[in-house]
């Protein structure tokens, strides 16, 4: 089992920063892969960013340059930068382990324009 919770999402303007965190209740480099995505109303599931256990990073086209993926043992996170109001939706934190998938319950980032 691997519990998963958010954090540091908010409202802020275009153009902003945030800093998303997603803890984990095992250390972070046992487990397979991580990775955060997101929800809009009325819209799927989307991969935004991951990171596989040996390191290496994967990005959404549409965040490339202005979104970063990392970890330490308990964490990861999810800096943002350059905010647009497209960005607005649920962030979730997903972790797989062994062949279960995990999520967080998400937590929202809303840009204003």
């Known amino acids: 089992q691997v519990q998963l919770v958010e954090s540091g999402g908010g409202l802020v303007q275009a153009g902003g920063s945030l800093r998303l965190s997603c803890a984990a209740s095992?250390?972070?480099?046992?487990?397979?892969?991580m990775g955060w995505y997101r929800q809009a109303p009325g819209k799927q599931r989307e991969l935004v960013a991951e990171?596989?256990?040996?390191?290496s990073t994967n990005y959404a086209d549409y965040v490339k340059g202005r979104f970063t993926i990392f970890r330490d043992y308990a964490k990861m996170y999810l800096q943002m930068i350059s905010l647009k109001p497209e960005d607005t939706a649920v962030y979730l934190c997903?972790?797989?382990?062994?062949?279960?998938?995990?999520w967080g319950q998400g937590t929202q980032v809303t840009v204003s324009s």
């Open positions: 997903n972790a797989v382990f062994g062949d279960v998938s995990y």
């Open positions: 095992r250390n972070i480099f046992t487990l397979n892969r």
């Open positions: 990171i596989i256990r040996s390191g």
